[in-house]
């Protein structure tokens, strides 16, 4: 049985009365939690949870309770997902959009090969699934597909910060685990919530209102329009394009970096919200930017409190030794409008200084901002914040392979390494100097296990066009104060 039915009926009277727009074709989603398995820790609501928030920002987006399928804990096998897929996109038309959402365990494989796998478990059978079966359950599929895959290491089903050759014991592999399927077919798009890396954390709190749930899905539903306006609308043209939502996922999930596999995904526009499903204390966040100086560490930010007698909590999570600091997080209460810890509702400018919490290590921070409200603790938004320091001697480098011979079907990995937060671009120019894509711009680094900013070309041009053989460079720039320092390096395409 579908256990999270329940959850969504009380949203059906508000469906019934909406008219999904067909202009575009038609919507579906499956949305599919495992959270009891026979050889891994259980997931408990966290999985279910994330199946509400996500469930909900879709019924919100019109897309219909009939094209909304679920499936919380009960797919444990290859066979049984492949049937719940089936089930929910077997009348998809190639002008449909047919979105898979998944969250489980991702699991780094005990076997010599290294790869990644996505755990399915349904309390009584587990199976591992790899991205090469994922991408075989869904290419037959019509239309346009998108993958959102919620789970640790999950970038690397799309071969983004896969694990590094030999860090398993008793590994014999020396080259690098296949390239990605997912690039040979334009019409699927893939979304992670971190690299192949990363693990994907969830909410460690009992008091939150909305139970336990991933900081992803939360980020996702929120770009959606979970709570009202889609926050991931950059643009603010009232849609969210796929490239929107990554931009805004990049910023607003700061303990993972979410990753997006597409050819075409300026063309794919995500269902959004068409009025608040869900309520939250506090609203409409506004951050001044997030690359602060060590000089002068302080943060700028505006909210909105939407009622009386909320008071708000920061926690600032250091990124230090390589991974989140989250048992020494330090958590305090603003002191609200009058020192009493409590807001009446209107806009709030905010100041913080980070004088005694930024890392000299890494330089990064965690900004975590909860409502609390009649004992309810809820979050509302995340920020990564960076901290140069201007008195680093700035390094920057620039590393990848030296050719890409199929443009198109194969990605470039490419690794830039700098040694203080900084806004990174990154371009690719032609033999004769003229810019052919810019792969990064003015785009603030991430904190990273290994010390480096991770990019990846997949050998097309801003117009989504492979390129023609022959020389090109890797331009790599930052900023640190008033100067700026370049770095660069040459590679061969198809050759």
């Not at 090969?113 to 994922?134: A, K």
């Not at 899905?217 to 849609?239: K, R, T, V, W």
């Not at 007698?309 to 209460?333: C, E, H, I, M, P």
């Not at 010390?451 to 331009?475: I, K």
Request: proline share 4%; net charge negative; charged share 20%.
């Amino acid at each position: 049985m579908r256990r999270l039915f329940h959850l969504l009926t009380a949203f059906v009277v508000f469906t019934l009365l909406c008219v999904p727009s067909v202009a575009l074709g038609t919507t579906r989603a499956l949305l599919v939690a495992c959270s009891d398995f026979v050889t891994q820790e259980d997931l408990g609501a966290a999985t279910s949870g994330n199946l509400h928030m996500v469930g909900s920002a879709l019924i919100s987006a019109d897309i219909g309770l009939g094209n909304l399928h679920i499936e919380d804990g009960t797919i444990g096998t290859i066979d049984a997902f492949r049937a719940a897929i089936d089930d929910a996109f077997s009348h998809a038309s190639e002008e449909d959009l047919s979105i898979l959402y998944l969250c489980t365990h991702g699991v780094l494989s005990s076997s010599d090969d290294e790869q990644v796998y996505l755990l399915l478990g349904d309390g009584q059978t587990e199976s591992p699934l790899s991205g090469t079966q994922l991408y075989d359950l869904v290419r037959d599929i019509q239309g346009e597909k998108l993958l959102i895959i919620d789970a640790c290491y999950s970038g690397a089903l799309i071969g983004r910060g896969q694990p590094e050759i030999g860090m398993l014991p008793g590994s014999r592999r020396t080259e690098p685990n296949a390239l990605s399927p997912f690039l040979l077919d334009s019409s699927i798009h893939v979304l992670t919530s971190s690299s192949g890396s990363e693990s994907s954390w969830y909410y460690d709190s009992e008091g939150l209102s909305s139970g336990a749930v991933s900081y992803f899905a939360s980020a996702l539903s929120s770009g959606l329009g979970l709570y009202g306006s889609p926050e991931a609308d950059l643009s603010g043209d009232g849609a969210v394009s796929l490239p929107e939502l990554h931009r805004y996922l990049s910023v607003a999930v700061p303990s993972s970096s979410c990753q997006l596999l597409s050819t075409r995904a300026a063309n794919l526009l995500l269902p959004v919200s068409q009025g608040a499903m869900l309520y939250r204390p506090l609203m409409g966040f506004s951050y001044g930017t997030s690359l602060l100086s060590s000089d002068d560490p302080v943060l700028d930010f505006s909210f909105t409190v939407t009622r009386d007698k909320v008071s708000v909590q920061y926690r600032l999570v250091d990124f230090a030794d390589g991974s989140w600091d989250w048992d020494n997080a330090k958590t305090f209460l603003d002191e609200g409008d009058d020192g009493s810890a409590l807001f009446s509702a209107g806009r709030k400018m905010r100041t913080l200084s980070l004088d005694s919490a930024a890392a000299e290590d890494s330089g990064y921070l965690m900004l975590q901002v909860f409502s609390v409200m009649d004992n309810e603790i809820q979050l509302c938004s995340e920020r990564l914040i960076a901290v140069q320091n201007e008195l680093a001697e700035p390094s920057l480098s620039i590393r990848c392979r030296s050719d890409l011979r199929r443009p198109g079907l194969e990605e470039l990995p490419i690794d830039v390494r700098l040694n203080v937060p900084a806004e990174l671009t990154v371009s690719v120019h032609d033999a004769e100097g003229m810019l052919v894509r810019r792969l990064a711009s003015s785009q603030l680094t991430r904190p990273s296990a290994d010390g480096v900013s991770h990019l990846y070309w997949d050998g097309r041009d801003t117009q989504g066009t492979p390129v023609a053989g022959g020389a090109y460079t890797l331009t790599a720039e930052m900023r640190i104060g008033a100067s700026r320092h370049k770095a660069s390096c040459e590679i061969k395409v198809g050759f």
